[in-house]
């Protein structure tokens, strides 16, 4: 099969899934994936026939993604504050959103030099491996309690050559906080989508990516909130900051809780204008 035949079929058996206009998109992803050539070299070169293993890996490829695998799982990788991260069912699919979060906090530190900066939840490791190539003078420390996650962090650490501190921690376990000294800055992106919202969600996201990363109880959403602005108050230094990603619903309730503990908050929206992340500055130890 030739080359462009086999993107063909595949783009026309993606629309099972998708509109025709993300399958072309997906299918190209797929093909230079394959064969290691761009769109514009693969039209030069249209009529190479796919060797064996090409063919054996699209037909591997085809068949996961007809099963509704996110492709960045099919692939093994996503790209995110254009780095490319190793990413498997263990961890979230890095979002916009969250490279959003990682430019707010550039923007506002990188001049800082020697800021010690706490990651709560790491998933791939993408937000501390993104803000340690930016800011390279940061000390970074990353927690998750999930192994299979930090396997993963810890890879991409070393393939992206990031020098960070990754460490196996539940945050929600407050006797485990002695293990962590003081920081300047935390950032996370927890969990925080309320069970009841599972049935507006799509299904590749609800039957792929890590629940335990998604999911809060409806009956304490703040949760993962609430633990970090009680851990800054001990563990923050003069006017630490805490930089979050939320749920688009909480807004008002997380800058509520932030500013009943001693903090002075800012919310922020994302690029599609929904209240996506909030600024915690802690005023008083």
Same mark, same amino acid.
């Given at each position: 099969?030739?080359?462009?035949?086999?993107?063909?079929?595949?783009?026309?058996?993606?629309?099972?899934?998708?509109?025709?206009?993300?399958?072309?998109?997906?299918?190209?992803?797929?093909?230079?994936?394959?064969?290691?050539?761009?769109?514009?070299?693969?039209?030069?070169? *249209?009529?190479?026939?796919?060797?064996?293993?090409?063919?054996?890996?699209?037909?591997?490829?085809?068949?996961?993604?007809?099963?509704?695998?996110?492709?960045?799982?099919?692939?093994?990788?996503?790209?995110?504050?254009?780095?490319?991260?190793?990413?498997?069912?263990?961890?979230?699919?890095?979002?916009?959103?969250?490279?959003?979060?990682?430019?707010?906090?550039?923007?506002?530190?990188?001049?800082?030099?020697?800021?010690?900066?706490?990651?709560?939840?790491?998933?791939?490791?993408?937000?501390?491996?993104?803000?340690?190539?930016?800011?390279?003078?940061? *000390?970074?420390? *990353?927690?998750?309690?999930?192994?299979?996650?930090?396997?993963?962090?810890?890879?991409?650490?070393?393939?992206?050559?990031?020098?960070?501190?990754?460490?196996?921690?539940?945050?929600?376990?407050?006797?485990?906080?002695?293990?962590?000294?003081?920081?300047?800055?935390?950032?996370?992106?927890?969990?925080?989508?309320?069970?009841?919202?599972?049935?507006?969600?799509? *299904?590749?996201?609800?039957?792929?990516?890590?629940?335990?990363?998604?999911?809060?109880?409806?009956?304490?959403?703040?949760?993962?909130?609430?633990?970090?602005?009680?851990?800054?108050?001990?563990?923050?230094?003069?006017?630490?900051?805490?930089?979050?990603?939320?749920?688009?619903?909480?807004?008002?309730?997380?800058?509520?809780?932030?500013?009943?503990?001693?903090?002075?908050?800012?919310?922020?929206?994302?690029?599609?204008?929904?209240?996506?992340?909030?600024?915690?500055?802690?005023?008083?130890?």
């Amino acid at each position: 099969m030739t080359m462009e035949l086999a993107y063909r079929q595949l783009a026309k058996s993606l629309e099972t899934y998708y509109d025709p206009r993300e399958a072309v998109a997906i299918a190209n992803l797929v093909m230079e994936k394959i064969t290691g050539l761009k769109r514009i070299d693969r039209l030069l070169e *249209s009529h190479r026939v796919l060797s064996n293993a090409e063919t054996e890996k699209l037909a591997f490829f085809s068949s996961q993604l007809l099963q509704g695998k996110p492709l960045q799982y099919v692939l093994g990788e996503a790209w995110f504050a254009h780095l490319p991260f190793y990413v498997n069912q263990w961890v979230l699919i890095p979002r916009p959103e969250t490279e959003e979060l990682v430019e707010w906090i550039r923007l506002e530190n990188s001049h800082t030099m020697g800021l010690r900066i706490l990651d709560i939840g790491t998933g791939s490791g993408c937000i501390p491996i993104a803000l340690k190539k930016q800011m390279p003078g940061a *000390s970074i420390i *990353s927690i998750d309690k999930s192994k299979e996650a930090l396997e993963v962090a810890t890879k991409n650490a070393l393939d992206l050559k990031a020098v960070i501190e990754i460490k196996s921690l539940d945050f929600l376990d407050q006797e485990q906080w002695e293990q962590l000294g003081e920081v300047d800055l935390i950032v996370s992106n927890p969990p925080y989508i309320m069970e009841s919202e599972k049935a507006s969600m799509e *299904s590749h996201v609800l039957d792929h990516e890590p629940n335990m990363a998604l999911f809060v109880p409806d009956q304490d959403p703040l949760l993962f909130y609430r633990n970090i602005a009680l851990f800054g108050q001990t563990h923050l230094s003069i006017n630490g900051t805490v930089y979050l990603e939320i749920n688009q619903a909480l807004g008002i309730q997380v800058c509520a809780l932030f500013q009943s503990l001693g903090y002075d908050t800012a919310l922020k929206q994302d690029m599609q204008g929904n209240d996506r992340m909030v600024k915690a500055q802690l005023l008083h130890n």
